[in-house]
């Protein structure tokens, strides 16, 4: 008796790459930031030569000549930069020095214009450096109201967070006292302070982390990690990698004012350590 064929099994069908199922939407977050193309080109003038050089003879020889200012240089501080920043995410920036950071950090604030590229953000992102514009002169106490007004808070927040600011700070009876009289280390914690105490679409920190001492960085990065939870994103520069470790979730290797390597901070970092 002859048997019946049976089918051959199909094979399994594999998806075309279009029919490859998309991640589910709600393992990403929304985009919070996108850069796309980013460059960035500080004119510098008066970057003369030795022999241009600013000495009173050659400034009165241009007067006299009729001579424009010396020339002007151009430095490419950021060259190309793309990615997309989404919600829930710590992006650590690294690079060696010059390589772009603080550029990138200050162009994704809205402080730099683009010389070619593009910057998009979702709400406005806030700027925390080391460098942050409180006034040296005003007490501790008086930046912290101008800080948080700044910030656009209103008198009933402000009361409410006042007194979790100066704890958080750990600048204690200094409060009373001008910001000039303070360590570089307390103004960085108090500026740190006053800037987490609102929650952010997008925070950028620049070097803040590093003045503060180990039992302020653990504190710091608690509250980074709850900025996160809060489903903004967070931006970190530091030249201090076990900060960025530590604290993010991302990292971005700068090197030249490009891109070199972006992604799981362990990879990357051993990659930057590498080199
Ligand atoms: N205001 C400026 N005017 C002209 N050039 C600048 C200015 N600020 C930065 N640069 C130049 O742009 C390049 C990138 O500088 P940037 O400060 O962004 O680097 P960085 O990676 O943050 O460095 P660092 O680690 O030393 O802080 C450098 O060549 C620097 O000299």
Request: cysteine-free.
């Given at each position: 008796m002859a048997q019946e064929e049976s089918p051959a099994p199909k094979p399994p069908k594999t998806p075309k790459p279009s029919e490859t199922p998309a991640p589910p939407a709600q393992e990403l977050g929304t985009p919070t930031v996108i850069v796309d193309n980013l460059h960035i080109v500080y004119k510098v003038y008066g970057a003369a030569t030795d022999a241009q050089k600013g000495n009173a003879a050659n400034a009165l020889m241009r007067v006299l000549r009729r001579q424009g200012r010396p020339q002007m240089k151009e430095v490419h501080?950021?060259?190309?930069v793309s990615f997309v920043a989404r919600h829930g995410e710590a992006i650590g920036i690294v690079g060696r020095n010059g390589s772009g950071k603080s550029t990138l950090l200050r162009a994704i604030a809205g402080l730099l214009p683009p010389h070619k590229g593009a910057v998009y953000t979702d709400g406005q992102p806030s700027l925390l450096g080391?460098?942050?514009?409180?006034?040296?002169?005003?007490t501790g106490e008086r930046n912290i109201v101008l800080g948080c007004y700044a910030m656009g808070m209103s008198p009933n927040e402000l009361r409410e967070k006042y007194d979790e600011i100066v704890d958080f700070s750990g600048i204690g009876e200094f409060?009373?006292?001008?910001?000039?009289?303070?360590s570089s280390g307390m103004g960085a914690r108090l500026r740190f302070a006053i800037s987490s105490a609102k929650t952010h679409d997008v925070l950028l920190i620049d070097e803040?982390?590093?003045?503060?001492d180990r039992e302020f960085k653990k504190r710091s990065q608690k509250r980074i990690k709850q900025m996160r939870e809060s489903a903004g994103t967070v931006f970190l520069v530091a030249h201090n990698l076990d900060v960025i470790e530590e604290t993010c979730s991302r990292v971005i290797w700068l090197h030249k004012g490009k891109i070199k390597m972006d992604g799981d901070p362990t990879e990357v970092l051993a990659a930057y350590n590498k080199a």
């Open positions: 501080a950021v060259k190309g080391v460098n942050a514009a409180l006034m040296k002169e005003l409060v009373q006292f001008p910001m000039s009289t303070y803040a982390l590093a003045t503060g």
